[in-house]
């Protein structure tokens, strides 16, 4: 068992970053926004159909089913991947695109300390993610736990429901924020996104009652909806034409997990000294200070589409995807 989980956890971190690359690769800087966004949605519509297909296998066949289920669903996955040609893919913008020196496109390669240390922005924003896990991560088991004192035989379906919940508004909302972003910046959405947090913490504290917090989900479903898909863009902005784009993109993911990894241990803490209460409430406050610092101390990172830049914007088969 725990080797399995040693390999999910090893392959887990390759796959959004080379996801978002391939993205970038394929479909150019100019549509990458709205494309992450249909990506996200069908990752979302893929999380629902195999939560419920193993649920049915489970309940028909019993919980060894799932495993045998989960290794044939790998076989769609590959096909799926095969059929996508290398050909296709403009490896220079997967990377975070080309330059234009003295009329010749040319691979763009930045130092990668300068990339990481270099940009304040970026700094900041990592600190923004790194935050808005560590007050996000621990939420929702913590109320899973919370209510299975009191009725263990309706806190797996609840958790279940909740789980759902969240990646339905995900599948439904992602393209819109992709096109929104693409159209009216970053900055509002993340906004949207980091302040929902404190109130969704906030609200946990008020009920009990199954309905309303199933439909309190619906606010985590609205934050990682956009998070998800913006912080890719605002990493994508940062990067242009600097060749790291995979590389800061590892870096987000480093502050997300680290978040998430203490937010629980944080979380946990605080329940068995005080109380849930003062744990959500604790999660909240975190939760804001994210939103303040994403405020004051992030500009909006959507470039002028009418700037002149020295980056190649699409590749060399974006006729093909039309906007």
Known sequence: MYTSQVLIGGAGPFLAPTLAAVTMGIVGVNLFDRQFGKNQS????????????????????????????????????????????GSDIDYDLARGGAKLVGGKEVPARSSAMQTLLGDRILLVFLACAFLF??????????????????????????????????????????????????????????????????MRAVLYTLTHNSGGLIAIQLLDGVANAIFGVVSILVVADRTRATGRFNLVQGSL????????????????????????????????????????????AIPETLPDRHESGTDISSPTTSQEFPA
């Open 133 to 198: 896990h560590f007050a996000n991560a621990a939420m929702l088991p913590q109320l899973g736990e919370m209510l299975s004192h009191g009725a263990r035989a309706t806190a797996a379906p609840f958790m279940s429901a909740c789980i759902i919940v969240t990646q339905v508004v995900i599948m439904c909302s992602a393209p819109a924020i992709g096109r929104f972003a693409n159209l009216h910046g970053r900055k509002p959405l993340l906004l949207l996104g980091f302040g929902v947090l404190p």
């Open 42 to 85: 069908f990752n979302s519509a893929g999380n629902v159909a195999c939560a419920l297909l193993i649920a049915g296998v489970s309940h028909l066949f019993g919980n060894r089913a799932i495993f045998i289920t989960a290794a044939v669903l790998t076989i769609p996955t590959v096909l799926a991947i095969r059929a996508i040609k």
């Open 253 to 296: 993911a480093t502050a997300v997990g680290l978040g998430a990894a203490l937010s629980t241990t944080f979380g946990g803490k605080l329940i068995q000294h005080f109380s849930y209460r003062i744990s959500f409430l604790s999660l909240g406050a975190i939760a804001t200070i994210a939103f303040v610092l994403l405020w004051t």
